[in-house]
């Protein structure tokens, strides 16, 4: 295990259930990043002593160097001091949200990291890339969604992949299961952040919402294990308890189940390939609720099925349908907008957006900002 370690997005949930691992597996913080939350990032750098803080709003970076004058930790900011924060330490917990992340993540990925990989918006927009880059610098990237740990999990010692016959995606449902289209239409966003079982970041949450997450979800699992749309399935599991699937060829299924924290898939991928003791929950067969299955609702929630149309697309369609969501989903959270409006505008921008095949990075980052663009 890389007893050093790097966290990106420190401040946010599941940044900060990682220095609660890192806490109790002992390791050594080098460096930690946020955004402009700098009272709880003076909190945690006191704590852990990281190198360096990097702060991507400039003015917050200031802020934090005046509070930390008494330490010998370096304070920078701006979007460099991001991507040099990203080179430190063994591992890289790559934890901010959104497509910022990928700057930062394929610099960890050049530097050869083991990257602990929970920014999945980075795999959606250029996972082909990612995945090629990782490959030829030989950088382990592991999963953090809990999904995507429990596929990992499920595939060790797996040879051949083409022994997978499909993968299956597990899917809370969000808030909103089970509701009609008119019963959604008027849905706030205060009423998405309502998730019956996990506590995250309130953009995760609301695509938890939309199902949007899912949609993301299953590009990201297509990337991870280089698979096509057809062997990723997704079955509604309201309890997540089943976090995923995996079916092989002769028919067996393995699942890894455990109580829904987090704090088990980001401890696996630091500890990966052992397993040591976890400060998550433990999972009670006997009192836990009964595990039911169900087909999602792609017509009451039409993100998931615009991902996978988009994944169908390819090229730069991903980039477009998740930087037109995430703009989206930046309304909706300040009332700007209402719960329709978000596929709407998710659609409007795969239809609108020109659609380039076999991207560079220059051509994602093109796609994403003239996706931001027809959001408004
Ligand atoms: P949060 O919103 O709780 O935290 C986001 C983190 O990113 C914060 O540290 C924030 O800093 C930082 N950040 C935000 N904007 C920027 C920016 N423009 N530049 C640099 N840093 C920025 O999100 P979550 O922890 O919930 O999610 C993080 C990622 O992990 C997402 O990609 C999400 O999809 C994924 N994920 C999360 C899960 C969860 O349980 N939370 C589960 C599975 C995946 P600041 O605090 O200063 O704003
Ligand atoms: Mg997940």
């Known amino acids: 295990m890389n007893k050093t370690i790097s966290i990106l997005g420190a401040t946010g949930s599941i940044g900060r259930q990682t220095l609660d691992v890192v806490e109790k597996l002992d390791l050594k913080v080098e460096a930690l990043t946020a955004n402009s939350d700098v009272k709880r990032i003076e909190e945690q750098a006191r704590k852990f002593r990281p190198r360096m803080v990097a702060m991507a709003n400039e003015a917050a970076a200031q802020d934090l160097a005046a509070r930390l004058a008494d330490t010998n930790i370096r304070v920078s900011g701006g979007a460099a001091a991001l991507t040099e924060a990203a080179t430190m330490g063994g591992t890289v917990v790559t934890a901010v949200v959104g497509m910022v992340g990928l700057k930062p993540t394929?610099?960890?990925?050049?530097?050869?990291?083991?990257?602990?990989?929970?920014?999945k918006e980075t795999l959606v927009c250029a996972?082909?890339?990612?995945?090629?880059?990782?490959?030829?610098?030989g950088a382990e990237i592991i999963p953090v969604d809990s999904e995507h740990s429990a596929i990992f999990q499920?595939?060790?010692?797996?040879?051949?992949?083409?022994?997978?016959r499909r993968l299956i995606l597990t899917c809370s449902g969000g808030p909103f299961y089970g509701k009609t289209w008119e019963e959604l239409a008027p849905m706030t966003s205060a009423d998405a952040l309502k998730h019956p079982n996990w506590r995250?970041?309130?953009?995760?949450?609301?695509?938890c919402a939309t199902l949007m997450n899912k949609g993301l979800e299953v590009i990201e699992a297509m990337r991870l294990y280089r698979l096509p749309l057809e062997k990723v399935h997704v079955v509604i599991h309201r309890q997540s308890i089943v976090h995923s699937l995996v079916e092989f060829r002769d028919g067996a299924?393995?699942?890894?189940?455990?109580?829904?924290?987090?704090?088990l898939p980001i401890q696996y991928a630091l500890t990966y390939p052992h397993r040591v003791e976890s400060p998550a929950d433990t999972l009670d067969l006997l009192t836990c609720p009964p595990l039911t299955f169900a087909e999602p609702d792609r017509t009451t929630f039409p993100c998931l099925r615009l991902a996978e149309e988009a994944v169908k697309t390819g090229g730069t369609a991903c980039a477009i349908l998740n930087a037109a969501n995430e703009e989206a989903v930046k309304l909706y959270l300040r009332d700007k907008i209402g719960f329709y409006d978000i596929p709407r505008l998710?659609?409007?921008a795969l239809e609108t957006v020109p659609v380039v095949q076999n991207p560079t990075l220059q051509d994602i980052l093109?796609?994403?900002?003239?996706?931001r663009r027809q959001v408004f």
Do not use: F, H
């Open 366 to 371: 093109d796609a994403d900002a003239a996706a």
């Open 200 to 207: 995250m970041g309130p953009k995760i949450t609301v695509d």
């Open 346 to 348: 998710v659609s409007r």
């Open 154 to 164: 499920c595939l060790r010692g797996i040879r051949d992949m083409e022994e997978v």
């Open 127 to 137: 996972g082909e890339l990612v995945m090629e880059t990782a490959r030829k610098y």
């Open 253 to 263: 299924v393995l699942a890894q189940l455990g109580a829904p924290d987090m704090r």
């Open 106 to 119: 394929l610099a960890a990925i050049r530097a050869g990291k083991r990257i602990a990989l929970a920014n």
